[in-house]
């Protein structure tokens, strides 16, 4: 029990101490606070004072059941308890509250951001067109060489009172570069939905411009064979047919010889063949209207007529599976890295550059590798054409939304520059066509000034006059005709006359011939009468030879008889 109240009182005297510890630290922190709040951190400190002497009994208390069953060991002082006063709780319900403040502000100005950021793209996008494949990497040529952002004081004046409706005196006019880069990464599909615009029925969205050539060359003839079905369906008669043809490739004849043949091989065509050339006749076309203005913006061959390929899509010597590859190649070389010759000017724009050895050559020839500004122009000539190729008789367009395509695919600066690239080939097709309807009129003319082949117009003259002196043998022919019909009529009425004679001579023949029919059978009869008859007249001379000489035995013997006997009379 001594040993017990001895450990008691060592404990109380560690609380004793630890309280005095904790009045001496509360003491202290009393002092560094503000006089306004003395009092009630004694009153605190009072309470922490009667709380700790109320714990140290308990403690007491349980140290005198443990004494019998542990030492006493010596815990040191213990830590004052945390204090929180009216202005820490203030100021914490002031963090709460202040913290999702500004989170919510930070999260509205991190959306606005990125709203702009996103904004900006897309205008840029709408501007610029897709990215190609090979700008992930690095920034290409044609980003480096965009033109510059040009603004006059005046413009940027307009613009921004129209947004904010205040007026500003001054106002810096922008002359800069455009900095931003587009790279394939950058097309997600938040991204690519924004500037299909999938509500205004642009299907198909790609991120890259190599994605969109690709995507053409596996839709695209899928998409001519289609249509030239569907025009083939519309017809109902040969003479349709018929007509859909003549529209459709006399047009792109090449020649009056073509023109000659395509009408020649439409005149033989019948049944099945007939459809078939119909669809083939369309989907040549198609491709014409496709291939055509591109060869004019990138022409293939242009010194010898004789390795032209796309002026002759009309020609049946090239089989339409020949034409698609013509497309192929073209939509290929949209994307090559290196000129070809058979889709860029053809064998002269290399063969020059390789043969010369001069500096200025050597430069040129480092430049055959073709670089994004090439590209992207080809690329948007192309999605500029295909927006504009009809179907022949339909009057409805290849692709529906084929315009707004190339305008979102391309971007509005090649989608413009295109438009203008493309009305001049299309001027130039129309000189072609022009010119061909010269030559064939007036005719070619010969080299070293030897004159010209006879046009059109002087065959025309020829067929003239001799249509004149063949009417003339008409005429002549006609009079003759016309004595000839009387001498017909003439003997025509003769020939009646003598078909009518035969006729009653027939007649009379035959009733001739039922006559003697009768007399023959009458004269059968007495044929065999007679030769009844003559039969039994057969051995009437020997009967009668017999009878003569029976006759005459017996006149004898009655003359022996009777004469007189004795002498004579």
């Given at each position: 029990?001594?040993?017990?109240k001895?450990?008691?009182k ?11 510890l ?9 002092a ?60 914490i ?17 991190n ?22 494949d090979?700008?992930q ?21 307009e613009?921004v ?12 006019a ?10 394939p ?23 890259t ?13 899928g ?34 010889k073509?023109?000659?043949d ?17 669809t ?5 076309r198609i ?22 390929k ?6 049946q ?17 949209a ?38 500004v ?5 690329i948007g ?10 179907v ?8 529906p ?9 391309s ?18 097709l ?20 030897k004159?010209s ?10 067929e003239?006059?001799r ?15 016309d ?32 006559d ?54």
């Amino acid at each position: 029990m001594a040993k017990s109240k001895t450990k008691q009182k060592t404990k109380t005297k560690q609380l004793d101490d630890e309280d005095e510890l904790q009045v001496k630290s509360k003491a202290d922190a009393d002092a560094d606070d503000v006089d306004a709040v003395d009092v009630e951190t004694d009153d605190a400190d009072a309470e922490d004072v009667d709380v700790d002497d109320a714990d140290a009994a308990d403690v007491d208390a349980d140290a005198g059941d443990d004494d019998d069953d542990e030492p006493s060991v010596d815990e040191g002082p213990t830590a004052p308890p945390a204090k929180i006063t009216k202005l820490v709780i203030a100021l914490i319900l002031l963090n709460w509250i202040a913290a999702p403040t500004f989170l919510f502000l930070a999260v509205i100005d991190n959306n606005v951001r990125m709203q702009y950021a996103h904004r900006t793209l897309l205008n840029y996008i709408q501007i610029w067109g897709l990215p190609l494949d090979d700008e992930q990497r690095s920034a290409s040529l044609s980003m480096d060489t965009r033109p510059r952002t040009k603004l006059t004081s005046e413009q940027v004046k307009e613009v921004v009172n129209k947004r904010i409706r205040k007026s500003y005196s001054d106002y810096a006019a922008v002359d800069e570069p455009v900095p931003l880069r587009i790279r394939p990464s950058d097309m997600s599909e938040a991204v690519l939905a924004d500037v299909f615009r999938e509500s205004e029925g642009i299907p198909d969205p790609v991120p890259t411009l190599d994605a969109e050539i690709k995507r053409l060359k596996d839709s695209l003839p899928g998409e001519i064979e289609k249509a030239a079905a569907k025009v083939l369906e519309a017809q109902k008669s040969d003479d349709d047919k018929r007509a859909i043809i003549q529209k459709t490739l006399l047009s792109i004849a090449w020649g009056v010889k073509q023109v000659r043949d395509l009408d020649d091989m439409l005149a033989k065509t019948k049944g099945a063949d007939l459809d078939r050339l119909v669809t083939e006749s369309v989907q040549r076309r198609i491709y014409y209207d496709i291939l055509a203005p591109l060869n004019v913006f990138r022409p293939g061959e242009i010194k010898d007529a004789k390795n032209y390929k796309i002026e002759k899509l009309s020609d049946q010597s090239y089989t339409l599976d020949q034409v698609k590859s013509f497309l192929i190649e073209r939509l290929d070389h949209a994307l090559a890295d290196e000129y070809k010759a058979e889709t860029h000017i053809g064998e002269d724009f290399i063969s020059e550059k390789k043969t010369t050895q001069d500096v200025q050559t050597k430069k040129e020839l480092s430049s055959l590798t073709r670089g994004s500004v090439e590209k992207r122009q080809k690329i948007g000539f192309i999605l500029f054409t295909l927006g504009h190729v009809s179907v022949p008789t339909l009057d409805v367009k290849l692709y529906p939304k084929g315009v707004e395509r190339a305008q979102v695919v391309s971007g509005l600066y090649e989608f413009t520059s295109s438009s203008l690239r493309y009305v001049q080939a299309l001027q130039i097709l129309e000189e072609r066509i022009v010119s061909a309807i010269k030559a064939d009129r007036a005719g070619y003319m010969l080299a070293a000034d030897k004159g010209s082949t006879p046009g059109a117009t002087a065959e025309i003259e020829l067929e003239i006059d001799r249509l004149v002196k063949l009417v003339e043998l008409i005429d002549s022919a006609q009079k003759r005709l016309d004595d000839l019909r009387d001498q017909k009529d003439k003997f025509q009425k003769i020939f009646e006359q003598r078909t009518q004679q035969h006729k009653d001579t027939i007649e009379k023949l035959r009733t001739a011939r039922g006559d003697t029919e009768k007399y023959v059978k009458e004269l059968r009869v007495l044929q065999e009468q007679l030769h009844k008859a003559l039969v039994e007249l057969s051995d009437a001379g020997e009967r009668n030879f017999r009878l003569l000489d029976e006759i005459t035995a017996i006149e004898r013997a009655m003359q022996k008889k009777n004469a007189p006997k004795g002498g004579k009379k």
